[in-house]
């Protein structure tokens, strides 16, 4: 249990589970859930007591801290883009009164019909 706890391992690849402390005393899972249930009990609370973190969980953290990240300056973004939206509309508009502007008389008169 200690050379496990003490990231020292000699059978396993060091994952601090009640399978991973039955492979490193030699011994089969269930007669370590079973029989000696105060070694698995001392485990796992030596285990909280060091605060282990698992590498899922930290990758999940590392993740999560990612994600939230992202959140926080979506609403930033939303508005910078909502601003490049508006130039750009404002833009296209001139665009468009500058072209009707230029447009020889003869095509100017001429009118859309809409479908029916």
Known sequence: MDRLLAGQPLRTTGGLTIVGLAQEADVKRHVLTHRH???KDGFYARVRAQKH???QLAA???QNDGLQRRLNAAPEDNRRLTEQVRAL????N???A???ATQQPSSASRRLV???
């Open 114 to 116: 809409g479908l029916q």
């Open 98 to 100: 500058e072209h009707n």
């Open 37 to 39: 249930t105060d070694l």
């Open 94 to 96: 001139l665009l468009v």
């Open 53 to 55: 973190v698992s590498p």
């Open 89 to 92: 509309a404002r833009q296209l």
């Open 60 to 62: 999940a953290h590392h």
